[in-house]
């Protein structure tokens, strides 16, 4: 019982600090831990798809992008809709370009739907840049609303809602163990009975729609986006990192992930600007934790995990003969 | 008419002579995958790298470009070969999701490669200079830059060889007996491990090489790596993952649609005409629409 109390004492201590921190820092601080929280709740995001249902989404951006594209068109000046109003207007419209990339691909094996979501970011990216409604490369404006506090709640709500979802969908349900079991043998999870591609569809979807609401928040606190600073493939590549780093499949790791790399990637920015080195350091960071801690930060704390793992991949691998398969 | 027929070979001839440049590459592409089991994002780096190994040769020793393309198989067959193993490892690794890591670990390798460009080389586009730029051919109506004749002619010389290779020889047989059923491969004896090393070494030397001749085509900058994986996926998913003869006629056929919409549409059009494409593909034939075995 011991290190459940830790946990949840240290849960609520988080919780305390996180709500009384405008209190405590001026703007500038307020302003990073505003992109710390969205960071961990995008990490979060990417982690229900690719660490629950091991499906790796290299486009993850097209969802953030779409759902700050959705608000800052609604928000502009012709129709002026209040910012809240926005939020249920993305989430459709982001869950079903999810149903439409998701229905084919998730029936394939991951790398075609890696490379499908990857293509579809860049297609929002070329189409985004075209496009004369979304401002083509220059972007488009939205109503300015300077109040960091505000931002802060919102981002931190939203974040809150991720894990908490996350946490009571695929640790403590029928679903999350549903997805589990497609994620580790598919074929095996089916013959029990569970309806695979409507699972990793819906999981596809949440994954889509979480991520689309920050990207509406952060579209309003930023006041405006351009096709790369919403859809840019540098979005999903921290998101990866982030996840990858924290430990893939963990309910913690994504917002331990998520946050180190971002105090790290504020560091290099307040010493060096926007800087191409960041993006190397990122290449390097996921080639590091890939080759030397592939169970991420997550995965030193509970070894129990990442040994039961292993043990199921080598009967799954006994099980299938070839453990690999052919490209068939 | 006249004119319009002249445009339209024109446009085909551009389109099918870069198709063959985008097939040498994607053939290694379908190879790497077919062995080792795993899809290359960072396929378009290798590109990139080669295009600016004969910039850099050509602007700092003042040798011809086409010099370029022998050191760059040496030079990144050699790099192939010492990461191909590193590949095997993490792909075969008794980590939980051996795919998803070894996807994840080219994606990182891409990134790293694209930030280390950048950082080295900055955004500045170069291209990369030989005895037959500027120079052109006419043939009848149509008048075609020699030096994507040179590369076309070099594209089927490296595809022909590459084939011979692969279905004339006892190693291109070893090579695709562990594509169809590595187990049963490595009960023949065949070193999977060495063979995964030999292939990758192979697949970066010959990618590389088609770098130079893209970089002497058009230019080369540290962004345009991208476009080049989005060809080579392009390709993977049009001709079916792992197929290598699909890989040629599909990649000609992405040469031609770049082509007539750059001529037709607008070149800012053309990647947005292959992804539309590509999306396509996936929706009503997701195993690829030119599938053959290897």
Known sequence: MKPRWTGLLLLIAVIVVLA??????????????TGALMWAGLACSWNILGGYAGYINFGHSAFFGLGAYVTALLMGDKLAWPFFATLPAGIVVTALFAIIIGAPTLRLRGAYFAIATWAFAEVLIQFASVMDFTGGIGGIGLPPFLDERFFYFA???????????????????????????LRDHEPAAEAMGINTSLVKLQTFVLSAVTASVFGAIFAYWVTFINPNSVFGGDITDQMVV?????????????????????VVNRIIWMYWGDT??????????????????????AGLFSRRGAKSGAVLDKAVGNLAGDGQGGPS | MVPALDLFLQTLLNGLLIGGVI????????????????????VGGWVVLGGYLGYYMAAGLGVDGFLAIPVAFVLFGAIGYLIGPILYNVRNSRTARPELMALALTFGLFTLLRGGMLTAWGFNTHSVPTALSGESLAVGPVTVPLIRVAAAVFAIAIAGGLFLFLYRTRYGLAIRATAENRQNAALMGVNIRRLSANVYGLYAGITAMAGVL??????????????????????????????VGGALVAALLLGVIEAFVATYVGSSYSLLA?????????????????????
Do not use: C
């Open chain 1, 20 to 33: 009384l921190l405008p209190m405590l820092v001026n703007n500038f601080w307020l302003r990073i831990a």
């Open chain 1, 155 to 181: 981002m931190f709500g939203a974040a809150a809602l991720t894990y908490l979802i996350t946490w009571a969908l695929f640790e403590r349900s029928r679903f999350g163990l549903k997805v589990k079991a």
């Open chain 1, 242 to 262: 982030m996840v990858l780093l924290g430990g893939l499949g963990s309910l913690w790791g994504p917002a331990l992930g998520g946050v180190a790399l971002f």
């Open chain 1, 276 to 297: 191409a080195f960041y993006i190397a350091i990122l290449g390097a960071a996921i080639v590091l934790v890939v080759l030397f801690l592939p169970n991420g930060i």
């Open chain 2, 23 to 42: 097939g040498t590459f994607t053939i290694g592409f379908q190879l790497a995958f077919g062995v080792l089991h795993v899809i290359d994002f960072a």
């Open chain 2, 214 to 243: 893209m970089g002497a085509i058009f230019s080369v900058n540290p962004e345009v790596g991208l476009r080049y994986t989005l060809f080579a996926f392009f390709v993977a998913v049009l001709a079916g993952l792992g197929s």
């Open chain 2, 274 to 294: 292959i992804f539309a494409t590509l999306f396509l593909v996936l929706l009503v034939s997701p195993r690829g629409i030119l599938r053959h075995g290897l």
